[in-house]
């Protein structure tokens, strides 16, 4: 019979995590300072929306064992979504100490210098990035994003058109690329793009009609994976 930490790893790995979650909570009810149990547990809980929760479990492994560094990426990415990001920023600095081509990391320090408005800094991460991992999408927004921020429509437009090759067409990637055609007074292929956003994901309807209304450069919000 499999232990708790075996069931739960094998939930976890095959991305049933509300079944993974009790599992590990039983495991570390018999070892409280199983490591194993508080990574998953810890995982499994920003997920699943439990930011609050995975950041409390994660900083538990730090007490359990000062010298773990599994955690520290995903540790990051929930310190990113709690808005604590000194906390994000010094566990990416630690990440890259040991695998300076973390993309993992890089991609988190460039959503940390996007919030913190150092457009410059994120820009020069994507681009480190794209040298990485070429083939990613959500690269190729993160470059647009910097690009539409920093008034250079023209490459804003190359980046979300590179992306929506990358994506084979996703929704959000359409609706991304008709927003920058508005900015760039591009307004008959723009509304061709957006509405077959629409067409394959009609939720995106509301976000359409925005675009049509405003177009300004302040509404141009990527979206990042």
């Avoid at 790995?13 to 998953?40: F, H, Y």
């Avoid at 020069?124 to 993160?142: F, Q, V, Y």
Wanted: proline share 4%.
């Amino acid at each position: 019979m499999p232990s708790y930490l075996e069931a739960g790893r094998k939930a976890y790995s095959e991305n049933r995590l509300l079944d993974a979650i009790p599992q590990m909570k039983r495991q570390l009810c018999l070892e409280p300072g199983n490591t194993d149990a508080l990574v998953l547990l810890g995982a499994a809980n920003a997920r699943t929306g439990g930011i609050g929760s995975a950041h409390r479990l994660l900083n538990r492994v730090n007490i359990v064992d000062p010298r773990e560094s599994r955690h520290w990426p995903i540790h990051a990415s929930v310190a990113i979504r709690g808005r604590q990001l000194n906390t994000a920023y010094r566990l990416c600095q630690r990440v890259l100490i040991r695998a300076p081509n973390s993309v993992s990391a890089l991609k988190d320090l460039a959503r940390i210098a996007n919030l913190w408005s150092h457009t410059g800094q994120a820009g020069r991460l994507l681009h480190i990035l794209r040298a990485l991992s070429p083939e990613d999408p959500s690269i190729a927004i993160g470059l647009a994003r910097a690009a539409m921020m920093s008034g250079a429509l023209e490459d804003a437009e190359i980046h979300c058109r590179r992306a929506l090759d990358l994506s084979q067409g996703n929704a959000e990637r359409l609706l991304d690329l008709g927003r920058v055609l508005r900015a760039r007074g591009k307004l008959a292929e723009a509304d061709g793009y957006l509405n077959q956003a629409v067409e394959q994901d009609p939720t995106l309807a509301l976000a359409r009609d925005v675009v049509r209304q405003t177009a300004v450069d302040d509404d141009f919000r990527a979206t990042e994976d």
